[in-house]
């Protein structure tokens, strides 16, 4: 490159030398690459976590049915044959699938809407279902309905005659006037001002009579079902479970199903229903066999690493943990179970101070309560009598369930161990009392050992 310098320096090539001289040596190349590849990393570390999410609300809209197509049959010596238009296809579900890899509701988005169903055709071509909307949720998912109650701000008699209109269910026109109701809103949330009950031949708009015009029954049913929507309440906790929050609108009727009697040519079929549109509310308990308690900084994440196959963040300062973490014990002879580690407690968590009610759900569903308490801290005896006081306020009879006390940092200088033994004296025996050293994994087997035993108890 010096060489190249010189000679352009020589024969007097300006653009040339600037950008020689300006060109990067290896050396600057190195170091530019690795702060580049800093920063990235950095950028991404800040960004490509999704935040967690144990509570939300989203709205599951089912896919809108095709409408139903107005065509009859031609041939070269048949100018007026049947009616032979097609079925609109059916809207897509909305289905939420619980999935262990899975662990916040971050996955799903606000509005989950499913495909349309695409119309029908002529030569009785069938419209094509909607695809499903399949969301992935994990397990201990809990799922309730908000049901709207909108403020009737009129009259007594206009709301009796209100009420008269709707118990009518049994006439078509009933059906025809609340279908049409159905249609206009939703044509008008669409923006369009032609909102209409039928597709209709052209140019028979004005020609077509649907006075004495049989509703299908299969329509009359969703319709029923749109106007008395029945609310959900379940909870997913298997894997692979399924469950539909929002089913798909009906496809419209082709021209054929009106053929009767009196109109062996009907220039009319029905268009396709709305979905069904539910506000949903999605609350994640996690499932686990054993659940951590204990306060800030008494060493519940050091002491999941230690058992399991987790790897929460561990620092010397409080709430280090912000996030429930889930890990798996494995035993000698291929035993299973998983411990849950929630984000510390402080008095006042079942008034929602601290961190408070929004990671307490997650020990309601745990078989075995494992309380972490500092040892080495001054009367750590009091520490456990608050936790217990906290669960017991929080939900009534959860501090009640079968608990083991994990005595943590025992090897903390001759202050914890006097400590261990003022405790163990003091303790009720049908609460047992390990101590450990979770930092350098000292008396760990004993205590994962114990928590089994407790467990096959339970079972």
């Not at 005659?161 to 809103?185: A, I």
Request: net charge positive.
């Amino acid at each position: 490159m010096l060489r190249t310098l010189a000679h352009a320096q020589s024969h007097r090539h300006p653009r040339l030398c600037k950008a020689l001289s300006t060109h990067p040596s290896p050396a600057d190349l190195s170091t530019t690459s690795q702060t580049t590849s800093i920063d990235w990393k950095l950028r991404g570390g800040k960004k490509s976590g999704r935040n967690f999410i144990d509570r939300m609300r989203c709205t599951a809209i089912g896919g809108r049915g095709g409408n139903g197509c107005v065509s009859f049959f031609r041939d070269v010596f048949v100018p007026r044959g049947p009616p032979n238009g097609g079925d609109g296809g059916g809207g897509g579900d909305v289905w939420l699938e619980v999935d262990e890899n899975e662990t916040s509701l971050s996955c799903v988005k606000q509005q989950l809407r499913a495909h349309h169903g695409t119309n029908g055709g002529g030569k009785s071509m069938h419209g094509s279902r909607g695809a499903d909307l399949v969301v992935k949720v994990p397990r201990g998912t809990m799922v309730r309905e908000i049901v709207q109650v909108e403020e009737q701000k009129q009259k007594p008699e206009a709301a009796a005659r209100k009420q008269n209109v709707l118990e009518e269910e049994t006439s078509d026109n009933g059906f025809l006037d609340d279908l049409q109701v159905q249609l206009e809103r939703e044509e008008r949330r669409r923006g369009s001002d032609k909102a209409s009950l039928f597709v209709h031949y052209p140019r028979w708009e004005d020609r077509n009579d649907l006075t004495a015009v049989r509703i299908p029954p299969e329509i009359k049913s969703y319709l029923w079902e749109l106007r008395n929507p029945t609310p959900l309440v379940t909870d997913l906790t298997t894997h692979g479970q399924r469950f539909c929050v929002a089913a798909g609108g009906l496809g419209g009727p082709g021209n054929p199903h009106f053929n009767a009697p009196n109109d062996r040519q009907p220039h009319y079929a029905l268009k396709g229903l709305p979905g069904h549109t539910r506000i949903l509310d999605l609350e994640l308990k996690t499932i686990a066999d054993v659940g951590l308690v204990g306060m800030p900084n008494a060493g519940k994440s050091t002491f999941l690493r230690a058992v399991s196959n987790a790897h929460p963040r561990v620092a010397p300062y409080a709430f280090t943990t912000l996030n429930p973490y889930i890990g798996t014990v494995d035993y000698h002879d291929a035993k299973q179970l998983t411990i849950a580690d929630i984000p510390g407690l402080v008095p006042g968590a079942h008034r929602n101070i601290g961190l408070g009610h929004s990671f307490l759900r997650h020990v309601e569903r745990s078989s075995v309560l494992v309380y972490i308490v500092d040892v080495s801290r001054p009367e750590p005896w009091t520490h456990l009598e608050a936790l217990q006081r906290e669960l017991e306020l929080y939900r009534p009879g959860l501090a009640g369930r079968p608990s083991l006390v994990i005595a943590n940092k025992a090897d903390a200088g001759e202050e914890a161990k006097r400590n261990y033994e003022l405790w163990r004296g003091v303790i009720s025996p049908l609460v047992p009392l390990i101590p450990v050293s979770a930092k350098y994994k000292k008396n760990i087997l004993k205590a994962t050992y114990e928590i089994r035993r407790m467990l096959e108890i339970q079972d």
